[in-house]
């Protein structure tokens, strides 16, 4: 199968690609990837084969791999800059996106990358913890006052830091994407106070900040994979869990549980990455193409992180309305104020240089 999109791709791209590629010709170019796609399903081998070895290669392929749906902000940002880089690059570079964990799952892209067995992903900062432990900031609950505050961080110094230490690991950090803020959700008790949380079982992703924020409320936190965490809600491995509106009704934890609150208490975003091998085998145009197509991708993809957990929170309630199985709590902000008390007490935990560092969470703080 893979072998067919490979060929279909690039019969395409070297049928209809050209040095003076337009919008309209990549339109044009993406209706007769639909048409092909049809083909290859009636495709014999022996075509196909013909056509694998007729020298119609793209010059590079550039395969980027992640864990969430393709109806999300990371998965429609993801194919954004599929078709921005193969229409800037004249179809010199292949992009092939692979979503839902097809490839890799949560931190093992991280070691795929650096053996450049896959050239890009967007894993989130959590998953970083054991190569980077200061993208973890990101995990510290109530943090960020707004969005603005949150890109003011990653647009300026403290983004330019951790990138920074990602680089000396030997990966290309390339843009922050955002998801958005988590929510908490059970079905064993609904969270309204801190307390609530005691002694349920939450699911998180590898996080130590993750761990113990969970452990400040007397919860008891269990690091599993993105990929398995609606059948451990299923099957009352994990009672609750924290991810934005876009995770959770993508994914459809919202079916398997009882409570959902509205807490916005933690961020959830990705830093995108880039096999340094695959970077260093571009030439100088090819990676000012990697640079300008990931710059609009950042755009597009914060404007839609916005809408699409906007619009999918607004669907989660009407399944909430209609099923009558999923209540849906909007907390006060004195009772927003104490789960706030409750977990921010754990910030001097990951004041040592080895994890995060004092410095680094006041120059968040106090960005402006
Ligand atoms: C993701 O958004 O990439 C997955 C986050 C998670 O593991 O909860």
Do not use: C
Request: glycine fraction near 6%.
């Amino acid at each position: 199968m893979a072998t067919k999109r490979l060929v279909s791709k690039n019969v395409e791209k070297k049928l209809f690609l050209h040095n003076t590629y337009t919008s309209f010709q990549y339109n044009f170019l993406k209706t007769k990837k639909q048409e092909l796609n049809m083909k290859r399903l009636v495709m014999g081998a022996v075509a196909a084969a013909v056509l694998a070895t007729s020298g119609l290669a793209a010059d590079y392929t550039l395969k980027f791999s992640h864990v969430v749906s393709d109806n999300t902000p990371k998965g429609k940002a993801a194919r954004f800059f599929e078709q921005r880089l193969e229409e800037l690059s004249g179809g010199k570079i292949d992009v092939q996106v692979y979503p839902s964990s097809q490839l890799y799952k949560d931190n093992a892209v991280l070691k795929a990358i650096r053996l450049d067995s896959v050239q890009m992903a967007a894993p989130s900062f959590s998953k970083f913890g054991k190569i980077v432990p200061q993208l973890s900031i990101f995990d510290l609950p109530f943090l960020f006052r707004d969005t603005n505050h949150l890109h003011a961080v990653q647009d300026g110094t403290v983004g330019e830091k951790l990138k920074g230490l990602v680089t000396k690991k030997g990966i290309v950090a390339l843009s922050f994407w955002d998801n958005g803020f988590k929510q908490l959700s059970s079905s064993k008790k609904a969270l309204i106070a801190p307390s609530d949380a005691k002694g349920q079982k939450f699911r998180i992703m590898s996080s130590k900040v993750l761990e113990a924020q969970f452990h400040a409320v007397g919860a008891n936190p269990q690091m599993m994979p993105f990929s398995e965490v609606y059948s451990g809600l299923q099957q009352g491995v994990i009672d609750g869990q924290e991810n934005t509106n876009s995770n959770i009704f993508t994914k459809k934890f919202y079916e398997v549980q009882k409570y959902l609150t509205v807490t916005n208490h933690g961020y959830l975003g990705y830093l995108v990455v880039m096999s340094k091998k695959f970077w260093n085998k571009l030439p100088a145009d090819l990676q000012a193409n990697v640079k300008q197509a990931m710059k609009e991708a950042t755009d597009e993809e914060r404007r839609l992180a916005q809408e699409l957990n906007d619009s999918q929170f607004a669907k989660i309630k009407e399944y909430a309305a209609k099923s009558g199985k999923l209540e849906i709590i909007n907390l006060s902000a004195d009772q927003i104020g104490a789960w706030r008390t409750a977990v921010s007490k754990i910030y001097p935990e990951f004041y040592s240089k080895k994890t995060i560092g004092e410095d680094l969470i006041k120059e968040t703080i106090n960005t402006k």
